[in-house]
């Protein structure tokens, strides 16, 4: 679709991206362009964020797109991006959590509780800032939506990865909760806004296709295709989105 056409339901729509440096942060902000949505993308990475902007904006003549250098483990940091995008454009409909983050090991033994410092901050401290930072906002918003992208490691934990995943799970926890608040806010209604979360196996992009050009990397993600997901969450109706978790692989 090109961009502001006025038949996506993202047309003048205004998505806030966390993680937006990395091959899924470029793939979302270029969809989030094409399909009119005004966008502001965050990334503690001001170089390679500065990047994927000007690739949104260079793919897509006209789209407002804007990067802000955030640290969003700093609460305090992360609610005045929320205020100033709602200051700056009126409205706040998105909140795309793309931050991610890996560490794992060789056997449960040998797991370094390092890791779970670390992926403690990325993958949960940060979903905690951004979702309270920006609830009000997203319910002032008719088309409101919080997404998590996670990982099936979280409903399966594998030996290596505990820190992983039991941050993955605590991060689900954590938006499902922010789903119940919207689900309570709408009352009898239903809820108007939705939480909701993507599950990948892991995500692929073409440079890494490139560098390990046999492998096969099966059940993962391409970032487009991602982004194309990622897109289609404003095509459905809150009520039914909310407090779900959208397989984009197979269930373990």
Partial sequence: MAEGNGNSALDGAVVAVAGAAGPAGRATLLR??????????????????????????????????????????DLHAT??????????????????????????????????LADWDLLEKLLIRTVQHTSLAFQDALQRSDRGRFLLISAAGASKPTAGNAAYAASKAAAEAWTLALGDAFRKAGGDAG???????????????????????????????????????IAGVWDRPAQELNGTRLWLTEKP
């Fill in 191 to 229: 809820p108007q806004q939705a939480a909701a979360i993507l599950v990948v196996k892991a995500l692929v992009h073409d440079a890494m296709r490139a560098e390990r050009p046999n492998a096969k990397f099966a059940g993962f993600t391409d970032v487009t295709d991602l982004a194309d997901a």
């Fill in 32 to 73: 989030l362009a094409e399909a009119g949505a005004t966008v502001v993308g965050a990334d503690a990475d001001a170089a390679r964020l500065a990047e994927a902007v000007d690739a949104a904006r260079y793919a897509h003549g006209g789209a407002t797109v804007i990067g802000d250098t955030v640290d969003l483990l």
């Fill in 79 to 112: 609610r005045d991006w929320a205020d100033h995008i709602e200051k700056d454009f009126g409205r706040v409909d998105g909140l795309v959590h793309l931050v991610g983050g890996w560490r794992g090991s060789a056997t449960f033994a040998e797991t370094d």
